[in-house]
């Protein structure tokens, strides 16, 4: 065979060789990129505003690269994450974040900042603290006074329609069904009438219950009569005070911080009493954080098992970040023994 017809022979082969190396038929593509999701966090003391990039990307692996504020009053923008800002004049702002990942694929947000001038000088100056576990918060006033000025009264705004005075601290339980932002005000007043406000964002959001997990297998039946344990198989939080509730058939908190707990801590539910056949379990996970947390996705649980295996309750508590939701910032196994 000549050279020329040697190499004829050879180039389909190669082809047919080159073809089939992917696999069998082409490898599966790519994810589509997923856009990030732009949200903030603010907190103001009278004029002044320190604003926080809460924002998130689910794609493993991506990250927020731009940032892009306008502050809704005329003047310069800024780039940074977590830039601060002076209005010039009480009043309502449209404040507005776009956020950018690395394919620069954008997210932008947009709130409406209210902000007071105080009504004078060396007097009051309005600062609080936002605490929260779920729906349920608790406001503590930390307002200095500048000398020859002293605290006379305070009004608490929770951004719901409620207001109160007087007490500090202030518990406060919010009515919100889903993750909701509400703006929290602080008023203080010094005895020679002046005034001065702090406002921040507080995010929160219900339990996460068994009720209405995500996915199937959401129920936990009973088949037989038998004790109940729970255990933290793992935990990775983004923030300490996610509660474990049982809620029914009783109503009994099993781990007051799943996130600090040791792992494989073992809960006897109900006391280690039988529950009859029949018994359906719910569980509920009270997400905790603070005023400033990137909580940006509702707090939820899955559920897989069964009742001769025992059901894993993988929480995600809603935070977020690269990759997020995860489900594995709670991993809890609800074992039956017969």
Request: with cysteine; glycine share 12%.
């Amino acid at each position: 065979m000549t050279n020329r017809l040697r190499a004829l022979w050879i180039l389909p082969v190669l082809g047919l060789f080159a073809c089939g190396g992917g696999g069998g038929g082409g490898g599966s593509s790519a994810a589509p990129n997923r856009s990030p999701t732009a949200n903030f966090a603010f907190v103001c003391s009278d004029l002044a505003c320190d604003l926080t990039s809460t924002s998130s990307d689910e794609d493993v692996g991506d990250a927020i690269t731009t940032y892009t504020w306008s502050f809704g009053d005329g003047s310069v923008g800024s780039a940074t994450a977590n830039p601060s800002h002076t209005f010039a004049a009480g009043g309502t702002y449209d404040v507005s974040l776009t956020v950018g990942d690395r394919s620069a694929a954008t997210g932008t947000i947009v709130r409406k900042l209210t902000v007071t001038a105080p009504s004078g000088s060396s007097g009051p100056h309005a600062s609080f603290t936002a605490n929260c576990v779920s729906l349920d918060c608790v406001f503590t006033d930390a307002s200095t006074y500048d000398a020859g000025s002293a605290f006379a009264s305070r009004v608490w705004d929770f951004g719901d329609t409620a207001t109160l005075a007087a007490t500090s601290p202030a518990s406060h339980s919010y009515a919100a069904t889903t993750l909701t932002t509400f703006t929290a005000k602080l008023t203080v007043t010094d005895g020679g009438g002046k005034t001065s406000t702090s406002s921040r964002s507080v995010v929160v959001s219900p339990p996460a219950t068994t009720l209405n997990c995500v996915g199937g297998g959401c129920v936990l039946t009973l088949s037989q009569a038998t004790r109940v344990t729970a255990t933290i198989l793992s935990h990775s939080c983004s923030a300490t005070g996610n509660e474990v509730v049982l809620t029914a058939p009783v109503n009994e908190t099993l781990f007051a911080d799943g996130c600090v707990d040791p792992v494989n801590t073992v809960k006897l539910v109900n006391g280690g009493q039988t529950f009859t056949a029949g018994t359906v379990l719910q569980f509920a996970v009270r997400s905790g954080f603070s005023a400033n947390a990137s909580l940006v996705f509702p707090p939820s649980v899955k559920v897989t098992g069964s009742f001769a295996l025992g059901w894993t309750l993988t929480f995600d508590d809603g935070y977020g970040g690269s990759g997020e939701p995860d489900f594995n910032d709670l991993v809890i196994l609800i074992k039956a023994t017969p």
